[in-house]
């Protein structure tokens, strides 16, 4: 297979925050791409995937109407567009496959620190300024609140200097754009992160074929972006102590060592950071010779 019609189309962020782990994951999933003159599509050149570079609050649109087959974008995105409903059908037309680990940030609702705050119904009859109306309506609803969601498409943080609301809905990942706006952190509307999306189209079995390694290839580079091979030498007696205070390890190799009768070698897979604290831990239980190497590629 490889007409175009036959090719997995992928929707990721153009340029902005997502772009640079969107393309090392797909990378380091084995995706070699070439990149066109206008850059806008990127021809993979070793897999029958392509890529369409767009803005992020795009993605799930061009998904939903069948564009792409799969999308990556962050799930403020991905909600929004859901709630937002404005689809032909009337029902959402994609599903999320999997969480991906990065862009992680949260929407809150943020006020000035003067603003009298007990909860959600000190929001009854104010204004609330975002880029999110539709997860800001959606809030107010879950929580039985009348407020005006005024559209900001972006600086949401200076609408309350402005103004023009006396609340925001706004993304937030260390908060330091709240503090400089002297703006106080009330309550998250969404724990947001990268998603991947897929169409809920159907597609052919190539294809489909292609996203499930894909996604294999996936679950292995987010497993092994932590996982560490450790490596020592135990008493006997201390194997079970030590097995133990492996973080995240499956049953490890034992292997005995050549002229010692009551050390052995111990080897196993943790799929946690191993830090120094448990280094010291193991050693303390009888370890030692403890080396820790990076996992490069893992299949299950
Ligand atoms: P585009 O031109 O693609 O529309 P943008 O300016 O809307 O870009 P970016 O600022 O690059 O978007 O953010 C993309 C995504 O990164 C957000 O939608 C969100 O999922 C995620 N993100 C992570 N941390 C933050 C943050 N502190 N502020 C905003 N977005 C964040
Ligand atoms: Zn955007």
Redesign the pocket.
């Known amino acids: 297979m490889d007409t175009a019609a036959d090719r997995l189309k992928i929707a990721v962020?153009?340029?902005?925050?997502?772009t640079e782990q969107t393309m090392q994951l797909l990378e380091r999933c084995g995706l070699k791409i070439r990149k066109s003159k206008d850059q806008l599509f990127c021809y993979g050149e070793n897999m029958p995937i392509d890529l369409l570079l767009v803005?992020?609050?795009d993605i799930p649109g061009l998904v939903g109407e069948d564009v792409c087959d799969l999308g990556i974008?962050?799930?403020?995105?991905i909600e929004e567009k859901r709630l937002n409903g404005t689809f032909e059908s009337g029902q959402t037309p994609f599903h999320e496959l999997r969480q991906l680990g990065f862009?992680?940030?949260r929407l809150s609702l943020a006020a000035p620190e003067a603003q009298e705050w007990s909860g959600p119904q000190s929001l009854e009859g104010r204004r609330i300024a975002t880029s999110y109306p539709a997860l800001t309506r959606d809030y107010l609803d879950r929580n039985g609140v009348n407020a005006d969601v005024v559209y900001f498409s972006g600086a949401v943080e200076i609408a309350p200097r402005l103004g023009k609301a006396e609340f925001i809905s706004d993304?937030?990942?260390?908060g330091s754009t709240l503090v400089a706006n002297q703006l106080v952190e009330l309550e998250t509307l969404l724990d947001?992160q990268?998603a991947l999306i897929q169409t809920n189209a159907p597609l052919s079995d190539a294809k489909q074929e292609w996203i499930d390694r894909l996604l294999q290839r996936m679950e292995g580079v987010m497993q092994v972006s932590e996982s560490k091979y450790i490596m020592l030498h135990a008493p006997r007696t201390a194997v079970a102590e030590i097995t133990r205070i492996l973080p995240g390890s499956e049953a490890p190799t034992i292997l005995p060592l050549e002229g010692i009768d009551d050390r052995v070698a111990v080897h196993a897979v943790c799929r946690e950071n191993v830090f120094w604290e448990t280094l010291e831990s193991l050693k303390a239980a009888g370890a030692s010779s403890m080396l820790v190497l990076p996992v490069e590629k893992m299949l299950a």
């Open positions: 962020q153009k340029s902005g925050r997502l803005r992020d609050d974008a962050g799930l403020n995105v862009g992680e940030c993304l937030v990942s260390t947001s990268v």
